[in-house]
């Protein structure tokens, strides 16, 4: 079993054939979380990145172990460096994640996990194309862990902070102010209020954004609830 693995572990075709291959498997279960949630990255874009992330690590170790390449470098005294591409890809694939990353109308930013997604399986390509076996498999796991599991963990622990963000389309600019006295009569501290005065045909209605405090056990669903029951609220979302 050791005899093998240091066989694929070497630079040949085998080992080529199976990092590619680890690399469609790996990096398509990782886009496939993100596709079924309709993310704008999925299964091919993550399989396409981890696949060049590989190809770019095999290309980085080609001139090193080829024999005649190698040689004449040497002769001119130039050494093989093959962690020189593969530094590019993780500069480099900055470009999709900032694709990824919007900010909507409702003024909340979406898209930071699937980024950061991208980036790490890219990095895991990295590690699968220098046939680190052992790590990859460790690495998909806890970046799986990370996007599945840990997700409806982190929305519970939003859901029991104190802090939260609201925002709020009103009938008039003076219901900000209605709103505003609402919230302090239910010992809710109000830190910031960012307003659009909806001026454009997209924007009918002004709208706020509310950044709060709860001071007393109030859940999420409860100061949202208490405020969609008010006459002057069109729309009420927590961002």
């Not at 990824?100 to 699968?128: E, F, N, P, R, Y």
């Not at 009918?204 to 001071?215: I, W």
């Amino acid at each position: 079993m050791t005899e093998l693995i240091a066989y694929l572990r070497d630079f040949n075709m085998a080992s080529v054939l199976l990092r590619l291959i680890l690399a469609s498997f790996f990096g398509g279960l990782v886009g496939l979380e993100r596709g079924k949630r309709r993310k704008a990255a999925g299964f091919r874009t993550y399989m396409l990145v981890c696949i060049g992330a590989t190809l770019t690590m095999i290309l980085g170790q080609y001139p090193y172990n080829s024999y005649v390449i190698n040689s004449a470098m040497v002769n001119i005294g130039v050494k093989p460096d093959i962690t020189r591409l593969s530094a590019q890809v993780i500069n480099g694939i900055g470009f999709l994640g900032a694709g990824s990353i919007i900010v909507t109308s409702h003024q909340a930013v979406k898209g930071l996990t699937t980024a950061s997604a991208l980036w790490a399986s890219a990095c895991m390509g990295l590690v699968i194309g220098a046939g680190y076996y052992e790590c990859v498999l460790l690495g998909f796991l806890l970046i799986i862990f990370c996007i599945m599991l840990l997700n409806p963990i982190e929305s519970y622990l939003i859901g029991q902070s104190r802090n939260m963000n609201l925002y709020i389309e009103l009938k008039s600019l003076d219901d900000v102010r209605t709103a505003a006295s609402y919230l302090r009569s239910k010992d809710i501290h109000i830190y910031d209020i960012d307003i659009e005065k909806g001026k454009s045909e997209e924007y009918r209605y002004p709208s706020a954004v509310f950044s709060l405090r709860l001071e007393k056990r109030q859940s999420h669903t409860e100061v949202i609830t208490a405020m969609f029951e008010q006459q002057y609220i069109k729309y009420i979302e927590e961002i």
